[in-house]
């Protein structure tokens, strides 16, 4: 039950009964509330007199003045539907829509907003509820198990203190939580801690964005009065349907150019978010959202799902920028063309600051004022501390916040739980009961089977076990493949690991200082070679570095990037007859190092002696003996040399390479950095030398190579990611063929290597080269192109690639490679087909599979 006095009441509409989630905003204490389902409402407050807005979106709002003492107050309110007048505008063919002069205005003044607005405060109340609605019936017997049913609702709750800092700065502390499910993957928080201001919002492009009439068509609906304030109604409609764009309503109050309220549509990989925000002029300084309402729902891999989500703002305390404190008049120099020219050329001097602009004239161009924002930010970066940080947050979770009573969440809720939300509560707390005891009885067996430690089945299976609280041992699961060399092979590797955390005593919001030593020895033994051979490898991690050793006998592809996964030579060489993968034995001790000397700047040296054997093919096995005639020798085909044979020899080599980001941006994200992508090419310059004489070494040569790589985006039309690579060898007095310059080729049906910066149907060591080369690699995404002008495969994640790879060594002959791909199948997989040319003459064509490009796998972990 709820303490103290305030207003209650129920809101209803003339047409519809009771209005579910209707705004009631008091406008003394900057609080936003909101109804249940049924309409009803409850806000405490303090005895005194409060101006009382009740609001819905689509319904006039209702003001009324309040004397609150030390009881409840009752109010209840019939709505009713707001009335959108067509002003006297007539749109005529081949005249532009007058929506686009009021979203270019709102536009020019999106940035001001954000730069008005010095600092402000709230508390956020967050409710959210979610069920799945269906499920695949194979996994209806393990949901069921852990008490998920359809018929089950998860509620979340939460309060949260907020601090936002112009100009990049937010902090969120939560206070209180309330909670029986994970909703964590469908949240909309950031959607509720976003700003429709700014460009993007939760990586989707807001109406105001300065590229919003790339992404949007806009159509005036009307317009209608708030209280004092005159809205305009606009229909946002995305010129292509698909992720990352939004669709419906804003609102936009004339004079002030801000959001009044807004009403869209988001979909991010299959899952759709609705979303309702109301606004307010706080403390007659600024418009900031009061309420907000989010409806999820999708469907990944047969798991359906829906939610709903209310958050509510209170609380607010707004400080102004005091050099922006301006009332504007801005006029869009497309329609009224002499009046713009007029203050173009009465405020025409170069080089003023926005404050002493706006104070010589009060009228300024949409397309001026855009300019005199964008020019104070860039004033404002340059005396920032770290100005390329584009934003900063800071989350934390209050000790107490799981320990709030029932008292504290009935007077913060701004609506009583529903009957049905109460019985998810319950349920929860059933189940949470019976699950507590089952890990009790779970802990009880785990602590009798403790003190045996290490159990035989673990040699299969694999297992970790704690030595303590920081340190580690774990036996690896043992996997292997098959090559025409080894036949089958079993790789099997044990791990130690120590940890240690170095806390700041002095700072103590500064992350803690982690080191990490790993000590792994690893075993292979080869059946048809009835070989064992292994090497031993120390990894330790500390301050930004890194330092690798590694020592043993093992094999190696030739190429040292490894462009045959063993599990795809597996596939090809047992069913196909195709053993693509070569390989040779080295005895061998090596020297890694990694140093990120700081955020654009990493520098990287590795030296490595070895002993190099050739190894012959042992087996000639498949699964069909049709195959068996298929198999080639264990040895390269280059056209550099005649044969890539050799005898034994020892080699000492040694690379020193950097890393440059010079223009890299960062988001900073409780202390961490976190690198913006694509904001800077990453900048590569790699020096390799050979070094004979050194511990018997035979082989010398020294290699330059300089890199790029990049993507662009192009806005609406698409994406392109491009690498490009160039070398040379010199001082080649003596080299091996695994010493040589190999590329990323292909000639298999999979591809597990990054579509940028691989080939789909290279040879892998045809054109390998110890002259001189150059690559590039194209890859080009588009929104919409063939099949994607349907929206209908737009929305469930497909996409249209084409790329171009290209290859110049002295006997590459201009290899070229175009391709096309369909990107995002089921979300998870890529289709490409692709031709090869050489000097412009036919090769050859292939299909490849392979994983989407918005999926990140380590194929070689």
Do not use: C
């Not at 300065?210 to 946002?236: C, H, M, Q, W």
């Not at 969440?409 to 939300?421: D, K, Q, V």
């Amino acid at each position: 039950m709820s303490i103290g006095g305030g207003i209650r009441g129920t809101v209803k509409s003339e047409d519809a009964g009771p209005l579910a989630y209707a705004t009631i905003f008091v406008k003394q204490t900057g609080t936003g509330s909101a109804t249940d389902l049924e309409g009803k409402y409850e806000v405490i407050l303090k005895p005194g007199r409060y101006d009382v807005l009740f609001q819905y979106l689509g319904y006039e709002s209702v003001s009324r003045v309040v004397e609150v003492g030390d009881g409840f107050e009752e109010i209840n309110l019939t709505l009713k539907v707001q009335v959108v007048v067509l002003q006297n505008v007539i749109v005529k063919a081949g005249k532009e829509d007058p929506a686009y002069t009021i979203m270019r205005k709102a536009i020019s003044k999106a940035k001001f907003h954000t730069q008005q607005i010095d600092s402000y405060s709230a508390t956020v109340y967050i409710k959210g509820k979610g069920q799945l609605t269906d499920y695949p019936w194979l996994a209806k017997k393990a949901l069921e198990k852990e008490g998920i049913t359809k018929d089950r609702v998860f509620i979340s709750e939460s309060v949260s203190e907020i601090q936002y800092t112009r100009p990049n700065k937010f902090e969120e502390k939560v206070i209180a939580v309330y909670t029986n499910g994970d909703t964590k993957n469908t949240s909309p928080n950031s959607f509720v801690f976003g700003s429709f201001y700014q460009p993007e919002i939760a990586e989707t492009v807001s109406p105001l964005s300065p590229k919003a009439f790339s992404y949007y068509r806009f159509e005036y609906l009307g317009s209608f009065k708030d209280n004092t304030y005159e809205v305009s109604k606009i229909k946002v409609t995305p010129r292509s349907r698909g992720d990352n764009v939004f669709e419906g309503m804003i609102y936009i109050v004339e004079d002030w150019w801000a959001i009044h309220s807004l009403e869209l549509t988001a979909m991010k990989l299959g899952i759709t978010f609705h979303i309702k925000q109301l606004y307010n002029p706080i403390e007659d300084k600024a418009w900031l959202p009061v309420s907000q309402q989010f409806k999820v729902n999708g469907k990944v891999f047969g798991f359906e799902f829906e939610g709903q989500y209310l958050a509510t703002m209170k609380d607010y305390k707004v400080t102004l920028n005091p050099e922006l404190q301006l009332e504007l008049t801005v006029i869009d120099e497309k329609v009224y063309k002499e009046e713009a020219k007029a203050i173009e050329q009465k405020f025409s001097k170069k080089g003023q600051e926005i404050n002493e602009r706006l104070n010589a004239g009060k009228e300024v161009t949409a397309k001026e004022l855009k300019q005199l924002v964008k020019e104070y930010e860039k004033q404002e970066q340059k005396e920032q501390k770290e100005p390329d940080v584009i934003s900063e947050s800071k989350y934390s979770v209050d000790s107490a916040a799981y320990k709030k009573d029932s008292t504290f969440w009935a007077n913060i809720r701004p609506a009583p739980l529903t009957p049905e939300e109460t019985r998810g509560y319950h349920l929860n707390d059933s189940i949470t009961e019976v699950q507590r005891k089952r890990d009790e009885g779970d802990t009880l067996r785990t602590t009798k089977n403790r003190g045996k430690g290490f159990q035989p089945w673990d040699l299969l299976t694999g297992d970790s076990y704690a030595l303590g609280k920081t340190s580690d041992f774990r036996i690896h699961t043992p996997y292997g493949g098959f090559n025409s060399v080894e036949g089958f092979n079993l790789i099997y590797r044990m791990s130690f690991y120590k940890r240690w955390v170095k806390r700041d005593t002095v700072h103590k919001d500064k992350r803690p200082q982690t080191s990490r030593l790993e000590i792994s020895p690893i075993a292979r033994y080869a059946f048809a070679r009835e070989k064992i051979s292994g090497k031993l490898r120390v990894d330790y991690r500390f301050k930004n570095r890194r330092l690798t050793m590694e020592g043993g006998q093992y094999v190696e592809q030739f190429n040292s990037a490894e462009p045959i996964h063993p599990f795809v030579n597996t596939f090809t060489t047992l069913l196909v007859g195709d053993n693509l993968m070569k390989i040779y034995e080295q005895n061998f001790a090596s020297l890694n190092y990694v140093h990120r000397v700081n955020d654009r700047y990493t520098f990287r040296t590795n030296w490595i002696w070895s002993r190099r054997s050739e190894l012959m093919n042992t087996t000639n096995y498949t699964f069909f003996k049709k195959n068996k005639e298929q198999y080639t020798a264990n040895a390269p085909v280059s056209l550099e040399l005649p044969t890539t044979g050799f005898n034994p020899n020892r080699a000492f080599v040694g690379a020193i390479s950097i890393d440059a980001r010079p223009w890299q941006k960062y988001r900073i994200r409780n202390g961490s950095r976190q690198r913006v992508e694509n904001s800077s090419p990453l900048l590569t310059l790699n020096y390799r030398k050979a070094i004979a004489g050194v511990a018997a070494s035979e082989v010398a040569f020294d290699q330059l190579e300089v890199g790029l790589k990049h993507g662009i985006r192009f806005g609406i039309r698409g994406e392109l990611d491009v690498a490009l690579q160039a070398g040379k060898f010199f001082n080649t007095r003596n080299l091996y063929f695994m010493d040589y310059k190999h590329f990323l080729g292909n000639q298999t049906p999979f591809v597990t290597t990054d579509p940028v910066g691989s080939y789909r149907l290279l040879d892998y060591y045809k054109y390998s080269t110890a002259d001189e080369y150059f690559t590039l690699n194209a890859h080009y995404h588009f929104r919409k192109l063939l099949l994607t002008r349907l929206a209908k495969l737009r929305l469930v994640g497909i996409r249209e690639n084409v790329f171009v790879n290209y290859l110049a060594t002295p006997t590459a002959r201009n290899y070229t490679e175009v391709g096309y791909g369909i990107d995002g199948i089921l979300r998870i997989f890529r289709l490409e087909a692709a031709a090869a040319f050489r000097d412009g003459q036919y090769l050859q064509n292939g299909f490849r599979i392979g994983i989407a490009t918005s999926v990140t796998i380590n194929f070689n972990d």
